[in-house]
T-cell receptor, first 113, second 113 residues
Framework: KQEVTQIPAALSVPEGENLVLNCSFT??????LQWFRQDPGKGLTSLLL?????REQTSGRLNASLDKSSGRSTLYIAASQPGDSATYLC????????????FGGGTRLMVKP | NAGVTQTPKFQVLKTGQSMTLQCAQD?????MSWYRQDPGMGLRLIHY???????DQGEVPNGYNVSRSTTEDFPLRLLSAAPSQTSVYFC????????????FGDGTRLSIL
């Protein structure tokens, strides 16, 4: 059974810092990996999607990498801002009939002004 | 573009009551799914559908029914509510091609007393 782990569970940094969020998964037979942002009381917003054949994706200050063989992905946030405060979730999509997503537990990020 | 719309946003039920959580999307997505989000458990897949008339079970289907009579709507039914079903429920949709990101609604917060 696929298991997805995110470390750290919570992170507090001062504004302006560059930071890295980690995601690991146990089964490398994935179709793709997706990073989401969740604000309190809200749904999930897709940030980046990396196909299994890709190594990284970039969007603005965000960069996500994927090392499928080692079961790891990182989300790099450059020059963090208070508006980046949210919970960040990674999810892997399986190579099975349902193409279901398995989610990690999330990293709760607080960026202090 | 409304995206994925869930109603109601909040609901309190008594044990044994039944209710339907509504989900509608206006993006003509074939794939729709329901997740529940619980503290310490992450998001878990309840049921999913790859198109009108087709549904299948996810990771935690017991106590829930779904149907898909149209492309737009994917309601989730609680047959006899139990306190263990207290959770936040999210509906999601995406095109059938698995390389597309998942779009989420804002969730329904359900409490069973």
């Amino acid at each position: 059974k696929q298991e997805v782990t995110q470390i750290p569970a919570a992170l507090s940094v001062p504004e302006g810092e560059n930071l890295v969020l980690n995601c690991s998964f146990t089964d490398s037979a994935i179709y793709n990996l997706q990073w989401f942002r969740q604000d309190p009381g809200k749904g999930l917003t897709s940030l980046l999607l990396i196909q299994s054949s890709q190594r990284e994706q970039t969007s603005g200050r965000l960069n996500a990498s994927l090392d499928k063989s080692s079961g790891r992905s990182t989300l790099y946030i450059a020059a963090s801002q208070p508006g980046d405060s949210a919970t960040y979730l990674c999810a892997v999509r399986h190579n099975n009939a349902g193409n279901m997503l398995t989610f990690g537990g999330g990293t709760r990020l607080m960026v202090k002004p | 573009n409304a995206g994925v719309t869930q109603t109601p946003k909040f609901q309190v039920l008594k044990t044994g009551q039944s209710m339907t959580l509504q989900c509608a999307q206006d993006m003509n997505h074939e794939y729709m799914s329901w997740y529940r989000q619980d503290p310490g458990m992450g998001l878990r897949l309840i049921h999913y559908s790859v198109g009108a008339g087709i549904t299948d079970q996810g990771e935690v289907p017991n106590g829930y029914n779904v149907s898909r009579s149209t492309t737009e709507d994917f309601p989730l039914r609680l047959l006899s509510a139990a306190p263990s079903q207290t959770s936040v429920y999210f509906c999601a949709s995406r095109p059938l091609a698995s390389n597309q990101p998942q779009h989420f609604g804002d969730g329904t917060r359900l409490s069973i007393l």
